[in-house]
């Protein structure tokens, strides 16, 4: 489930990102605010992305570096929000 997850991150962060084209490479480990991949508004445009494509609800307390640090982190975050339930997409 956390590799499909992955894919909806990446194509949200594509999507998002003024700075993520279609030839960048991500991978689950790509240092996303590291490298400045992300600035904070696009990071909560991330979010709110992710929170419609899911149905889910991300806390502000959560919005935390570590949780988005790169792509295996938000695939995570969103699947302890999902609650072990399947995703809708």
Do not use: W
Request: glycine share 4%.
């Amino acid at each position: 489930m956390t590799r499909d997850i992955e894919s909806v991150v990446v194509e949200a962060i594509r999507k998002v990102a003024k700075l993520v084209d279609r030839e960048t490479v991500l991978t689950r480990d790509t240092a996303l605010i590291e490298e400045q991949l992300l600035d904070s508004i696009e990071l909560l445009q991330l979010v709110m992305e992710l929170e419609t494509a899911y149905g889910i609800e991300i806390p502000l307390e959560e919005l935390a570096p570590e949780n988005f640090a790169d792509i295996g982190a938000i695939a995570r975050l969103v699947c302890r929000h999902l609650g072990g339930r399947a995703p809708e997409r």
